[in-house]
């Protein structure tokens, strides 16, 4: 193999952090001295101790593949399998703890929708903030800032303030700068889960002209069909390891198995006192409110919601995201669709909400629930997924007549015969 | 992080490694990134007196309300001696200076916590969001500086030709501001004890140094550890170089000035480097 030809060259990649320290953001000094007086005192005690096996665990560990010129791959997984921390690796963001990789050519992430972007500055200025962040020069952003406003179709608001632009013009305009940056390698994490479909269908077609131009793409999303559709190669994550690593399509089916061994009804977070609220817990419970990972179709589904708020907040809500184990979206909700009086004041304490899904809508399949606090500009106090739970289809209708059915709904529609007239005798 | 961009064609090659100990300062990176400290400094001055009605004549209102309130108190209730140089004049001319370092410490030390979301998504030296936050304030010091000489003006005193050596003391500030923010920037990340401590420091700074007051009235044993403060030379060189004191600042406590400064710089890069590697991680 032409050694020329390898664009990324990973060996034995590993990533380790401390436990909790994600967790706890950031020290203060007193914890320090408390902790380093606790950890005297445990070495004391047990002067042999290893402290690097009880304190630390790896995101990655032992990660290696090569990557060729010109191939598109997807980095797939669960979350927390360590897909992100490899792109941040591999973009230079935090540095690994073992291992190494040989990089050859310029790397370009795409950015999570609107880091860089001031929301003051108008939109032509920052195409050219984003774009020096991104790592291009101004001769570069000059030239292809005509492209650029084109793309992102928003040259009538090229000089307003992008805090008044609605997301959509965000995102596009997010998207658009960094796919004008041409780097030899593009990193692309997780930005189509926004943007209407037509303009997902844009992007797509452009990371598709970038592959043929001879760049090569890393793309990590849960979005299995775009996955499949922009990439030729899958390297799927799990716990930190490489679990396989060649087509995507037999990529994407393990994912999917590896989603159903994730059941559980009922997932359990350390509360964050540092953000104003925080998930604490997410359950999913039956008609009868017991507990359970298992549904049949006709049964309602509930998602219960224990939070903290740490601090009084008005104007919070709770948006609830429904997505399929193969990273369609079903559904967005949020607690005050049904005109539920908005909650202008949230004392601090423990809070438990619950959302009721009708039953007899979802077809059979693994669902989870991605569950938001937040303002509904934006502002995001605290994200949490759910484990998967499991909807069976007990349908007697799709079972007699079909098998089982395709599509992410069943729904028994309301049919009507409206007109009837026997035909003409024909004598 | 041994990054080449393009040149001529040439493809970059980058090696990605655990990273141990001390590492080199990477001044060609910094260079090929240089655009980037220009696009920060733009920006933090394009949004910094958005929705103030004032607008950017807070960069000289701050400091020469500060000038009044000190002219009242030092100048007419304490009788604060000031080379027989008009109190207004003889402060306001260590207020710009002092502003300038002021701020772009506190900037360069709340930089990297204030951009920590580009911090944990985007690859660029880290190094040049503390050099931009003090760069930045610049801008607000040529026009203090402007009022500084209006305000000469006012009292009819004209500058020597010690003038030319104005730039070395601004530089002098300059390197002094970044010195300190580099570590303030770099031990911010980890404890954020650095935010309720700033003021504290930035306030005892401003008493160790001679705005109020002419530095002679430090006793004389006191001189050594006094001038290790570089901010006094800063202020003592300004109104030598502006006003015309009789009284250069002296070639040992000039000495001594820049070399503490210097090494505050050079081992606060160091420091800065040597966390750089944890700072998308404990942020």
């Known amino acids: 193999m032409n050694n020329k030809s390898i664009v990324i060259d990973a060996k034995n990649l590993g990533k380790q952090y401390r436990i909790g320290a994600q967790r706890a953001k950031y020290k203060s000094l007193r914890d320090e001295i408390t902790r380093g007086a606790a950890s005297l005192a445990s070495r004391l005690r047990h002067p042999r101790a290893n402290r690097n096996s009880q304190n630390y665990f790896w995101a990655l560990r032992d990660i290696s593949f090569e990557i060729l010129r010109g191939e598109t791959v997807g980095v797939i997984g669960r979350n927390g399998s360590g897909k992100s921390t490899l792109l941040k690796l591999i973009s230079g963001i935090t540095y690994p703890s073992a291992g190494y990789a040989t990089i050859r050519g310029r790397v370009g992430s795409l950015l999570e929708v609107g880091t860089g972007f001031h929301p003051e500055l108008t939109g032509r200025e920052n195409i050219y903030l984003n774009g020096a962040i991104i790592g291009m020069k101004k001769v570069e952003i000059d030239r292809k800032f005509d492209d650029i406003v084109s793309f992102a179709e928003i040259s009538r608001f090229l000089d307003t303030p992008v805090k008044h632009y609605s997301s959509g013009m965000y995102v596009r305009l997010a998207f658009a700068v960094a796919a004008h940056l041409e780097p030899e390698i593009l990193l692309v994490d997780e930005v189509l889960a926004v943007g209407d479909a037509a303009f997902q269908k844009k992007c797509l077609g452009k990371m598709e002209g970038v592959v043929q131009e001879g760049r090569t793409i890393l793309f990590v999303s849960h979005n299995m069909s775009a996955v499949k559709q922009l990439c030729t190669r899958g390297i799927l994550l799990n716990s930190g390891t490489v679990a396989y690593d060649g087509s995507i399509d037999e990529a994407v089916e393990q994912y999917v198995t590896i989603a159903q061994q994730d059941v559980a009804s009922e997932t359990v977070f350390e509360a964050d006192p540092s953000q104003p609220m925080s998930i604490t817990r997410l359950s999913t419970r039956n008609e009868q409110g017991d507990k359970t990972a298992y549904f049949s179709s006709k049964e309602s589904i509930t998602v219960e919601i224990e939070y903290r708020v740490h601090e009084p907040l008005r104007d919070d809500h709770i948006f609830i995201i429904l997505d399929r184990a193969d990273g369609l979206l079903v559904l967005k909700t949020s607690d005050d669709d049904n005109g539920r009086e908005t909650r202008m004041d949230l004392a601090t304490g423990r809070y438990i909400s619950r959302a009721t899904f009708p039953g007899g809508i979802l077809n059979e399949g693994y669902y989870r629930f991605r569950v938001v606090l937040g303002k509904r500009k934006g502002v995001k106090h605290d994200e949490k997924t759910s484990a998967y739970f499991e909807v069976e289809d007990t349908n007697d209708y799709t079972r007699s007549v079909f098998g089982k059915r395709n599509g992410a709904l069943l729904l028994p529609l309301r049919w009507d015969d409206c007109f009837y007239e026997p035909f003409d005798e024909l004598t | ?283």
């Open chain 2, 1 to 283: 992080m041994n990054e080449k961009l393009p040149v001529d064609g040439r493809i970059p090659v980058r090696y990605i490694k655990p990273v141990k100990g001390w590492v080199a300062i990477d001044v060609r990176e910094l260079w090929v990134y240089r655009e980037l400290i220009y696009y920060f400094v733009w920006r933090d001055i394009k949004v910094r007196y958005k929705q103030t009605g004032l607008g950017i004549a807070w960069a000289v209102l701050q400091p020469f309300m500060t000038m009044v309130v000190f002219t009242i108190i030092f100048g007419n209730f304490a009788r604060i001696p000031s080379y027989d140089l008009p109190y207004p004049v003889f402060s306001f001319t260590a207020l710009v200076p002092w502003t300038f370092f002021a701020n772009g410490l506190q900037n360069a030390a709340s930089s990297l916590v204030s951009n920590a979301n580009l911090l944990t998504k985007v690859y660029f030296p880290r190094l040049i969001m503390p050099m931009s936050a003090v760069v930045g304030g610049v801008i607000d010091f040529v026009l203090a500086f402007g009022m500084l000489l209006l305000l000469m003006l006012v009292y009819q005193i004209t500058p020597t030709a010690n003038v030319l050596w104005l730039p070395v003391f601004l530089l002098l500030a300059l390197v002094s501001a970044l010195a300190v923010g580099l570590w303030l920037a770099a031990v911010n990340v980890q404890y954020r004890d650095v935010r309720y401590t700033l003021p504290f420091l930035v306030q005892l700074w401003f008493f160790a140094t001679p705005i109020t007051y002419p530095s002679s009235l430090v006793p004389e044993i006191w001189r050594p550890l006094y001038s290790l403060n570089p901010m006094v030379t800063v202020i003592e060189g300004f109104r030598w170089a502006l006003l015309g004191t009789n009284t250069p600042p002296a070639p040992e406590i000039v000495l001594l000035s820049s070399l503490s400064a210097l090494v505050l710089l050079v081992t606060g890069m160091f420091y800065f480097r040597r966390m750089e590697a944890t700072f998308a991680d404990v942020i």
